[in-house]
C-alpha cells in the first residue's frame, strides 16, 4: 500500500512549486495603480484545495509566499503577507463549500462567493494592515477613495479571471491529484 501521507506532501510540493512560478510572472492590470499587481499563483492553490482540501490549499498559499518573501521580496513582506491573506481568503471560502457538495453547481457557487469575500477582506486588510505597514502611516479615511476604486475591483477581477480559469481546467487536472484513487482501482482489479 502507497503513503498517503507521502503522496499528499509530494502533490503540495508541487504544487506550491508551481504557484510560486507562477506567482514570478505579475503584470499590473490597466487602469489599476501598479502596485496590485495580477497572476495566477492563486491557481493551483485553488485547484490543490479543490481536490486535496481546504487546508492544503492555504498551505500551498504559504508556501508560495514564504518562498517569494525569501527569493523576490521588494516589499519587506508587506506584499506578501497580502497575497497570503487575498489567496487563502479565496481558498478556504471556494473549497470550504465545495467539499460540503463536490459538483460544479457548488464550484460554481463557491467560486463566486469566494470572489466576493476576497475583495472584502482585502479591503478590510488594506485599509487597517497592509496599506498603513507598508507606508508607515496611521489609518485614515483618506484610504477610502482608493480602496473603493482601486482595490475592491482590482480583487473581483482577480477572482473573476482565477475561477474562470479553475472551472475550465480542474475537471481535466483532477484524475492526475487523484492517481492514487485510480492506481489503487487498478491494482484491486488485477488481482
Request: hydrophobic share 50%.
Amino acid at each position: 500500500m502507497r503513503n498517503r501521507r507521502l503522496q499528499l506532501i509530494t502533490k503540495t510540493g508541487i504544487l506550491s512549486s508551481l504557484a510560486f512560478l507562477l506567482f514570478l510572472f505579475e503584470f499590473p492590470l490597466p487602469f489599476f495603480p501598479p502596485f496590485l499587481q495580477f497572476d495566477l499563483g492563486d491557481l493551483p492553490a485553488i485547484i490543490g484545495a479543490f481536490s486535496l482540501g481546504p487546508w492544503v490549499g492555504v498551505a500551498i498559499q504559504l508556501i508560495k509566499n514564504i518562498l517569494h518573501l525569501l527569493l523576490r521580496s521588494q516589499t519587506g513582506g508587506i506584499g506578501e503577507l497580502g497575497n497570503f491573506l487575498t489567496g487563502s481568503a479565496y481558498v478556504l471560502t471556494a473549497s470550504l463549500l465545495y467539499f460540503r457538495n463536490k459538483s460544479k453547481k457548488t464550484a460554481v457557487i463557491g467560486l463566486s462567493l469566494a470572489t466576493v469575500v476576497m475583495a472584502i477582506a482585502m479591503c478590510f486588510f488594506n485599509f487597517f494592515v497592509l496599506i498603513p505597514a507598508f507606508t508607515k502611516q496611521p489609518v485614515s479615511l483618506a484610504l477610502l477613495p482608493m480602496i473603493l476604486t482601486s482595490i475592491l475591483p482590482f480583487n473581483l477581477i482577480k477572482g473573476i479571471l482565477i475561477s474562470g480559469i479553475t472551472l475550465l481546467l480542474y475537471k481535466k487536472l483532477s484524475p492526475i491529484l487523484h492517481s492514487e484513487v485510480y492506481s489503487e482501482t487498478l491494482e484491486r482489479t488485477a488481482k
